[in-house]
């Protein structure tokens, strides 16, 4: 993982704004949606660019991953989830049917 991003998931977010990953998305009924166009896309729509997993400072349970998503219209942005004890399993599973070819680990 990059220094730049190591520590907090706001420097990763602002870092990708910069490159023009602006979209922000919610997870709702078994769909990403856009929430300035509120277009929805399926796993099959998105393609992870990056993941970041991270570890909370005061409390290491706390623990997340932000995605950098492209999707299949154009959209560009990032999507924070919770991991681990705290995590969505809805939201986990979306994201686990994000198809292997779409799934860009750099």
Do not use: C, Q, W
């Amino acid at each position: 993982m990059n220094d730049a991003y190591a520590k907090h998931e706001k420097d990763a977010i602002d870092e990708f704004e910069k490159k023009g990953y602006i979209a922000r998305y919610r997870y709702e009924n078994d769909l990403l949606i856009n929430l300035e166009t509120h277009k929805n896309y399926k796993p099959a729509d998105i393609t992870i660019v990056k993941e970041f997993r991270y570890e909370g400072m005061s409390n290491p349970d706390d623990l997340s991953i932000l995605y950098i998503i492209e999707t299949n219209d154009g959209s560009k942005g990032t999507f924070l989830m919770a991991y681990g004890p705290s995590a969505d399993t809805d939201t986990a599973l979306f994201f686990k049917n994000v198809p292997d070819e779409n799934y860009h680990r750099k």
